[in-house]
């Protein structure tokens, strides 16, 4: 039976060309236009695993599917780098001037801010997905709307680049995370990266504190994001990635946070996708 992924989009989107890379092509895509619809097919059982952006190195960190991992009791058993790519298509027999409207995922938009000041005739409309607003072009066959996405929805759909590689910064990438209900598909040898989650007492030092212990132990901080506990005002939760190259490492270090820490959770033990 076929492994049931879930990404956010459709065919021809960025998360189903990482769920290829990832999984290979042997897959059952389970196509959800919402991160929250996502989780839903993953939680339920639908999907076996999921495939989610978390941060990007131009726009930063998608702070909300931290907090869906989190509050979903989820485990990150994976994760894997794109670099990105942004083209502008739209139904043949039309130049860029007759466009009157482009339409794709907001961070698309924002990220080839830069080529859209060229044209300030066209209005930008925010839609859920690249590859879905290129599926919609080609279906209701709308004439003056683009859509910014990778190149394969363009073939997927039949549409014409108008321009290519209209990303502001060439050297853009996007991080995804592979998600599952259960933690650890890796024995402890090919383990290097984990994501954790703590909320620290409120006072003088105590970030500081537990950044030291992480150094000791042989730990190199790649990632710090905080967000504010809900239902605790003015406190905050931090979710950190770290690598390492002994699990032995890790494990004490482990130990010491529990420790030290109000909140402790492991959200995922993997390895390291830019080895």
């Known amino acids: ?21 990832f999984f290979g092509d042997d897959v059952s895509l ?21 495939v989610m952006a978390i941060e990007n190195s131009i726009a930063g960190s998608i702070i909300p599917n931290y907090a ?7 485990h990150i058993i994976g994760e894997h780098y794109l670099n990105i790519h942004h083209h502008l298509m739209a139904l043949s027999g039309q130049i860029i001037e007759d466009i009157q409207e482009v339409h794709s995922h907001p961070m698309a938009l924002l990220q080839c801010k830069e ?3 060229s044209y300030p005739h066209i209005k930008l409309v925010e839609s859920v997905d690249t590859a879905e607003t290129a599926q919609r ?9 683009a859509a910014i996405a990778p190149k394969v929805a363009a073939e997927l759909y039949g549409l014409e680049v108008l321009a290519s590689e209209i990303q502001t910064i060439t050297n853009n990438s996007t991080r995804f995370i592979i998600l599952k209900k259960k933690n650890k598909e ?5 383990i290097n990266k984990a994501s954790l989650r703590f909320v620290l007492d409120h006072k003088r030092g105590s970030l500081a504190t537990v950044l030291n212990v992480m150094s000791d132990c042989n730990l190199n901080l790649t990632k710090i994001q905080s967000l504010p506990v809900i239902e605790k005002p003015w406190k905050y939760s931090f979710f950190v990635d770290v690598t390492f190259e002994k699990y032995e490492n890790y494990e004490k270090s482990k130990v010491l946070l529990e420790i030290m820490a109000e909140e402790f959770k492991v959200l995922g033990e993997y390895k390291n996708g830019r080895i």
């Open 1 to 21: 039976m076929k492994l049931k992924v879930a990404i956010q989009g459709v065919k021809g989107s960025n998360h189903h060309q990482v769920a290829n890379e």
């Open 30 to 50: 389970i196509e959800c236009l919402s991160f929250d619809e996502l989780i839903h097919q993953l939680i339920t059982g639908y999907a076996d695993k999921a």
């Open 68 to 74: 869906l991992v989190y509050g979903n009791n989820l």
């Open 115 to 117: 080529f859209l000041k």
């Open 137 to 145: 072009i080609q279906e209701n066959k709308l004439k003056g709307i």
């Open 186 to 190: 890796l024995p402890k040898k090919e």
